[in-house]
């Protein structure tokens, strides 16, 4: 199985905030990666695909980047509404396992 | 709008059998993958299981020997069964899609069915 492992485990930011999280894997996989983000009492939401692909109707301001084992998810420009937890997934091979999820607060 | 929701019970007991059924609205079962995914109470999200609209499926190693999935496209559902529960699969469920589009990533959820293991 593929261990994904994300990094901070929460994350303290202000509004404006240029913020990176990180995501690495147990074994090299290329670049089938995706993000989610999650509010709580909601269902995630997708954010990015394949390592680096915006998903419609997502913000500029979420870059995915890496491949391999190592990938970030950067949002240039923190907005209220970005306060959440995030996890990345890796749709590599079965399982297709998640991180622990980084929670990002104000 | 594609819209999934998942139904049914929301307590089951220990050693007894978990059922969830997803009806998907406002696109078709047909052409796509439908996946179970968990989050336990405050914790992370877990992959159970994904199931083609032909009716292939792949499980997670950890719950396969508990799992069975199926899809019914005249009723544009599908559903999942897990057996002799125990506390630890106390969680919300979630059904989604995954798609070729979005290279196998999860881009429709249903809003979570809570189910309680517990006598």
């Known amino acids: 199985d593929i261990q994904m492992t994300q990094s901070p485990s929460s994350l303290s930011a202000s509004v404006g905030d240029r913020v990176t999280l990180t995501c690495r894997a147990s074994?090299?996989?290329?670049?089938?990666l995706n993000w989610y983000q999650q509010k709580p009492g909601k269902a995630p939401k997708l954010l990015i695909y394949?390592?680096?692909s915006l998903q419609s109707g997502v913000p500029s301001r979420f870059t995915g980047g890496g491949s391999g084992t190592d990938f970030t998810l950067t949002i240039s420009s923190l907005q209220p509404e970005d306060f959440a937890t995030y996890y990345c997934?890796?749709?590599?091979?079965?399982?297709?396992?998640f991180g622990q999820g980084t929670k990002l607060e104000i | 709008q594609l819209q999934l929701q998942e139904s049914g019970p929301g307590l089951a007991k220990p050693s007894e059998t978990l059922s969830l059924t997803c009806t998907v609205s406002?696109?078709?079962?047909?052409?796509?993958?439908w996946v179970w995914i968990r989050q336990p109470p405050g914790k992370g999200l877990e992959w159970i299981g994904t199931?083609?609209?032909?009716?292939?499926?792949n499980y997670n190693p950890s719950l396969q020997s508990r799992l069975t999935m199926s899809v019914d496209t005249s009723k544009n559902q599908f559903s999942l069964r897990v057996t002799s529960v125990t506390a630890a699969d106390t969680a919300v469920y979630y059904c989604?899609?995954?798609?070729?589009?979005?290279?196998?990533?999860?881009?429709?959820w249903g809003q979570g069915a809570l189910v309680t293991v517990s006598s």
């Open positions: 989604a899609r995954a798609t070729t589009v979005t290279k196998g990533a999860i881009d429709y």
């Open positions: 406002g696109g078709f079962i047909s052409g796509n993958y």
């Open positions: 199931i083609y609209y032909t009716g292939i499926s």
């Open positions: 074994q090299s996989f290329g670049t089938s």
């Open positions: 394949a390592a680096s």
């Open positions: 997934q890796q749709s590599y091979s079965i399982p297709y396992s």
